[in-house]
């Protein structure tokens, strides 16, 4: 009897986490085909918010509307896109994260596609807004594909992840060079809505997360899924008892990052938690004395970093020309409708690629904080000297260095800002900094371009260094470096 109950005791010992299975499996077949689908969801994006540099003009010159209204166009997106985010985090991490990306997926590919048979322009606005909510919640599919990922190897991975982000941006830049001198501006709108359905087309296929579902206390759900990661690896799962999250009354340093994370262990025929509560839930863990720091931070780096990236796009199309005159600028690229503007935005787009192999070799070795606080201090330093009149190959050398650098601080951003967060609130946590990074997106054309437009260049070069140079503080002051901790 006593050696039956010793057996048994022993047995209640072994325990495991969500962490420990993935490290013990490792990243195979199965992360491979969940980086797929998420990297067509990325690619997605990307390609609906670089089509905005084609579509504007195009429907400008069909439809007679003014500069104002072109730029309209794309504020209505990113409008959109504030609403969404928000929206998106609270879906995914109250009703799981296939929720979250199911919504992104519907909204923008049946929206998009509709936003092509746009019979005027109050109705093309209006269908663009509602795409703009559908790509705010992209970020879903990034914290999806995150918590999949073993810790050890989290950094690299996701920084590959986002290498298809560059890739939809490069094969808009294509696809647009070959549809619209032929097809025009809908024909690109339409096509360009098409890896959404894709997405739809497999979206039975996709697992929940492991990790949403022990936060929900459905450690059984959780187990099936580890089970066939494990198989279509060709592991095993560790032995024991799957559980959240470790903890003992005589080890403090079980988990030193875990800051405040409210029980979720709730049986799982109970599902009597209402969403409503489970955002308010989210929100108060978020602003909790062991993350408010962190939250607010974030905040801003967020900010900091979408003002800084769709800044650095706008100034290219106004400083890489050889002409150093002070011309009128708008919120797309104002190359006319030929060659010349499908060969800049393509170019452009191929330097994200350096900062992203920079990001995948770095992240993983000198972690997060300082990955991104050197990519923005380097960004600072090329955008710096753009404040004087420089040569064409000397100025596209330093601008399509900065879009490197802040591509590169972005992949680690979007590693970092879910490592912080448990998972019962890791979507509303993202999706509230992206709502608020995209505030960053729109008001830098209002002021960066106002002012380029007005020929007070020193101006604008100082308000983006001010702004990377706070970026910069505010990484160093983050109060975790997460490389190769277990995610909460």
Known sequence: MSGAEAEAGGAECCYYTTDDALSHVGFGRFQALVLAYAGVG?????????????VGPSVKDEWGISGQQEGLITSVVFAGMIIGARLGGVISDSYGRRAGFLFTA??????GFLSALSPNYICLLTLRFVVGMGLGAGHVLATWFLEFVPAAKRGTWVVVFHCTWTFGTIFQALIAWAIMPVLGWRWLIALSSSPCFVLLMFYGLTPES?????????????????????????????????????????DVDVETI????????????????????????????LVSRSLIKSTLLLWFVY??????????????SELSSGERRCSPAGMHLRQQNDVRLYRDVLVTSIAEIPGLILAALLVDRVG????????????????????????????????????????GSYAVLYIYG???????????????????????????????????????????????????????????????????CQMQ
């Open 258 to 285: 875990l800051p405040l994370i409210t029980s979720q262990d709730i049986d799982a025929t109970d599902m009597s938690v209402s969403a409503k509560y489970s955002c308010t839930n989210a929100f108060r863990t």
């Open 303 to 316: 900010f900091a970093f979408s003002f800084a990236y769709y800044g650095i796009v706008l100034l290219t």
């Open 210 to 250: 492991p990790r949403y579902l022990c936060s929900r206390g459905r450690t059984t759900d959780a187990k099936f899924i580890l089970e066939r990661i494990a198989r279509m690896n060709n592991m095993a799962l560790p032995s024991g008892i799957l559980i959240q999250h470790k903890r003992s009354d005589n």
């Open 106 to 111: 519907v909204v923008t590919g049946i929206f």
């Open 368 to 407: 997060r904080k300082l990955s991104m606080g050197g990519f923005i201090i380097l960004c600072f330093a090329f955008i710096a000297p753009l404040a004087v009149p420089l040569g064409e190959g000397l100025a596209t050398t330093l601008l399509f260095s900065a879009r490197a650098c802040i591509m």
């Open 418 to 484: 879910p490592e912080i967060y448990p998972t019962s609130c890791r979507n509303t946590g993202v999706g509230v900094a992206t709502s608020l990074g995209r505030i960053g997106g729109m008001v830098v054309p209002l002021i960066a371009v106002g002012l380029l437009e007005n020929c007070h260049q020193k101006e604008a070069v100082f308000i983006f260094d001010m702004v990377l140079f706070l970026a910069a503080v505010a990484c160093a002051l983050f109060p975790l470096e997460t490389k190769g």
């Open 42 to 54: 990325w690619t997605a994006e990307a390609m609906e918010i670089m089509m905005l540099s084609f």
